[in-house]
């Protein structure tokens, strides 16, 4: 039998009656059969279920990563729901009031430690210059093209017997290629000089400073994720998640892909950050680990059928 769903005295986050059905092929396969839960801002709530049961796709709809079945409910933030079609609004939603952690921490290998806690905070300044390279590779391949055109033209640098119309077009687009290419390496320099500024300074490095600080990282700043070990890429993994200050902290089995000791050092650093006041959602499938937060939910064949507190753990 399906539990009700726990009603806290001030939801932050609720999934309203969420199905979520997937296509193999041929064949549907429903994950989510009408689950349902809700957040109270500053709780800690496990998700507790076996593989299969329909945890971490529930954990999917609630930060916006994945979309419900049409017609089968919705997501709710303080209240309102929210639009999970692609779209800017949830594009903030993700990246300003959900924080994600993951069970293989999924660092970028080619940034150091502090560019990979700050990369929430560069997102939209990454866009912007992708955005700024197209338009400087069609500006240099315009203005190259057109250059290497009039080389050739009647007026152009090429002797008078070579001024012939296949010629102008060849040194065209030779020098149009050339120059799209030289404005998008010019644009990569840019791009590179404002990444080291604002990882060296400003409040997103401050924030990113202080939360790695925090969690023992303060010698590793200029480290690549290959140089750390699993637990020190774990504590980079919720320092990015922590980088843009969210409301909520959406974790799938962040102990799952470490040992014992390192699991519960991992715990720990959570603990003092939701005593601090951070709303933390997290699936797993081990008891022990969920015994950390105040409520369990667990689920089983996609619906809720247990909400409870839990045994206090830790000292």
């Known amino acids: ?23 193999l092929g041929r064949v549907e396969v429903p994950v989510l059969k009408g689950a349902s839960v809700s957040i109270g801002r500053g709780e800690w709530v496990a998700i507790l279920g076996a593989s299969g049961s329909g945890k971490s796709t529930l954990l999917h709809l609630l930060g916006g990563l994945d979309r419900p079945d049409p017609g089968s409910g919705g997501v709710f933030n303080r209240g309102e729901r929210v639009a999970l079609e692609r779209g800017s609004a949830t594009n903030r939603y993700r990246n300003r009031s959900i924080g994600f952690v993951f069970q ?59 001024r012939t119309a296949v010629r102008a077009w060849i040194l065209a687009i030779t020098t149009g290629i050339l120059g799209g290419a030289v404005m998008v390496a010019v644009v990569q320099v840019v791009q590179s000089l404002l990444v080291k500024g604002i990882t060296s300074r400003g409040p997103a490095a401050a924030v990113a400073t202080r939360t790695l600080g925090d969690f023992g990282l303060d010698h590793r700043f ?30 799938d089995e962040p102990t799952g892909n470490l040992d014992a000791k390192t699991g519960r050092e991992i715990l720990d650093l959570l603990k003092q950050r939701h005593e ?18 105040d409520r369990i939910v667990r689920l089983e064949d996609g619906g809720v059928v247990e909400d409870r ?7």
């Open 276 to 293: 601090s006041g951070l709303t933390i959602v997290m699936v797993t499938h081990d008891s022990t680990v969920a015994a950390y937060a």
């Open 1 to 23: 039998m399906t539990a009700p769903p726990h009603q806290p005295a001030e939801p932050i986050l609720e999934g309203r009656s969420l199905h979520k059905t997937y296509r």
């Open 222 to 251: 200029r480290h690549r994720p290959r140089e750390l070990s699993g637990g020190e890429r774990q504590r980079v993994a919720i320092a990015r998640a922590l980088g843009s200050e969210p409301e909520i902290l959406l974790a």
């Open 104 to 162: 293989f921490y999924h660092l970028l290998p080619e940034l150091d430690v502090m560019q990979n806690a700050m990369l929430a905070t560069l997102v939209p300044r990454n866009r912007l210059v992708g955005a700024l390279m197209v338009l400087a590779m069609l500006a240099g391949g315009l203005a190259g093209g057109i250059l290497g055109f009039l080389a050739a033209g009647p007026w152009g640098l090429l002797p008078v017997e070579e």
């Open 309 to 315: 507190g839990s045994t206090p753990h830790g000292p």
